[in-house]
C-alpha cells in the first residue's frame, strides 16, 4: 500500500472509530518504517501506541503486545541460496518470491501485492529450514522461528491465544516467520480423536494467516503433509517439496563441499555416488564429517582413499539406503506418510489441493521435475 493510503486509512478509521483499520494501518506503518530502516520512528510508533491508557485495553494495544520471548526464536539468519542445492523449480519460486518482496513498490503501485505465504513439504535433512532461513538471509530481514512445543499447551484455549500473540508481534516488522513441523498445529478437522481444541486452534490459526499482510514471509515447513487440514493448503500461495537428491544432486553437493574444503579430495569416490542415493543431504552432511574427521585423526592425506572406506562402511550401516530408484528410501517417515496419503485420498475422493496430488509415478521421481511446485 502506497504511503498517501496509510495516511488516508489513518485518518477515516480515527474519525469513524474503526478500530480495526486503524490498528491495521498502525502496523503497516510501524513495518514500512523499519523496512526502510527507520527504527527510532518506528520504535516511538510502537511505544506511543503501548503508552497509551485508556480506561479499557484497546485492540492496538493487544496487536502491539511482545509474545514472551519464549513463544518465537530470532535467529540470526546465516544460510546463503548458493549454500544450498536446490531443485530448478524450488530455486526458481524461492527466487521469484525474494524478487516480488524486494519489489514490493512496484507491485503495489499496480495494486498487487507480492506472494509471501509459502509451505515446503520433504523428508527430513533436505532443506525446508535451511531454505526458509536462506530467504531471511537474502532479503536481510529477521528470522523468527515458532517454537511450537511452547506455543501448544493443554489448558484450554490458551495455545489458540498463544497463536495469536505470535502473529500479532510478526505483523510489526518484515520479517520471516517460520513455523516448523506445521503439522502438529494444523492436523486435520476431521480427525474425529482429536477435540473440539484442536478445532479452535486450528481456526484460529487460519484467521491468523488471513490477515497476515503481505510483508511477513510466512513460511510452514512439514514431513506429514498428509496430516494437514485442507483448508490449510489453499492459504499457501507457494507450495513446494524438497526431495531427496538424485545423482547429480548428490555430486553437486559435494562440489560445493570441496569449494569450503579445497583438501577434501574425493574424485574417485564420485563414481560410487549413486551408492548413496537415497540418503538426504543432513546424512551426506554427516558422511563427509566422518571421512573429514578420520583425515584428520588418522593423519590421512588421501582424502579419496579415506571416503571410499568410509563410505562402504556407511552404506552397510545403512542397509536401505542406496535404493535411490525413486530416490526415497524404503524405510523414511516419507515413504510411509505417501503411502499413508495414498489410501485416504481414497477415502475422500479427488481433489485439488497438493496433498492429494502427490502420489503420482512422476512425482515420485527425485529430480528436479519431482520438486513439485504450485503456484496460485
Ligand atoms: N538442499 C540442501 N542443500 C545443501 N545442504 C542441505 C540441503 N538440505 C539440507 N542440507 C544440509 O542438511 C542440514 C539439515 O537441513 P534442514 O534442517 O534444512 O532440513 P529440514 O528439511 O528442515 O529437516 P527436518 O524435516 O528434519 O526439519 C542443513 O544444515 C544442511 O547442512
Ligand atoms: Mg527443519
Known sequence: MARSDLLLNLV???LNGERELFTKTVEAVIAEERAKSH??????????TLQHKPVRETSVQVLLKVPSAELLLEKQPDVELSDLVLPTAVQTLASQLIEEQQRADLLRSYNLEPRSRVILTGPPGNGKTSLAEAIATT???PFYVVRYEKVVNSYLGETAKRIQEVFQYARLRQCVLFFDEFDALAKER??????GEIKRVLNSLLLEVDRLPSYVILIAA?????L???AVWRRFQIRTTLPLPNRDQIARWFDLLAKRYPQLNISKAKRSFSSLMGSSYSELHDLAQDVMRR???DGEVNSDRVFQKEMKLWILNHPKKGIGKNGHAADSNFSKARNSRTSKEGRRGAGSSPAK???TRRENRTSDSAARASVR
Open 12 to 14: 477515516k478509521s480515527g
Open 190 to 195: 476431521e480427525d474425529r480423536q482429536e477435540s
Open 139 to 141: 532479503l536481510c530481514v
Open 295 to 297: 583425515c584428520v585423526l
Open 357 to 359: 496430488r502427490g502420489t
Open 222 to 226: 512439514t514431513n506429514h503433509p498428509e
Open 39 to 48: 527504527h527510532v520512528l518506528a520504535d516511538s510508533l510502537t511505544k506511543a
Open 228 to 230: 494437514l487440514d485442507r
